[in-house]
Nanobody, 124 residues
Framework: QLQVVESGGGLVQPGGSLRLSCTTS????????IAWFRQAPGKEREGVSC????????TYPDSMQGRFTTSKDNAKNTVSLQMDSLNPADTAVYYC?????????????????WGQGTQVTVSS
């Protein structure tokens, strides 16, 4: 069974950092793109970042560039999202998604394996 499971969410103060993990099972990261999405209350799910099988990472929204970094460890079947300088606007449920492909995509419909999400709350 192909699965992705997110972990690492929680409550953090503005300006703080969190590191989310996406642990995969049933497939190898050598052939799969892994993406992060997030959904804030009352808003649509949006793309955050993506990492290709070759390890090329992309962060989509300008507001996150320089603050969010995506990396992976193929041996551990894990993809990480390091989030720094967090602010209340980053509060959302963060989802990990996967697709068998060589190229990243920011479209939700491009991904067919989804996790349950992990809550990130940025508040003082």
């Amino acid at each position: 069974q192909l699965q992705v499971v997110e972990s690492g969410g929680g409550l953090v103060q503005p300006g703080g950092s969190l590191r989310l993990s996406c642990t995969t099972s049933g497939f190898t990261l050598d052939y799969y793109v892994i993406a992060w999405f997030r959904q804030a209350p009352g808003k649509e799910r949006e793309g955050v970042s993506c990492i290709s099988p070759t390890g090329v990472g992309t962060t989509y929204p300008d507001s996150m560039q320089g603050r969010f970094t995506t990396s992976k460890d193929n041996a551990k079947n894990t993809v990480s999202l390091q989030m720094d300088s967090l602010n209340p606007a980053d509060t959302a449920v963060y989802y990990c998604a996967a697709r068998r492909h060589l190229v990243c995509s920011s479209r939700l419909s491009a991904y067919d394996i989804w996790g349950q999400g992990t809550q990130v709350t940025v508040s003082s």
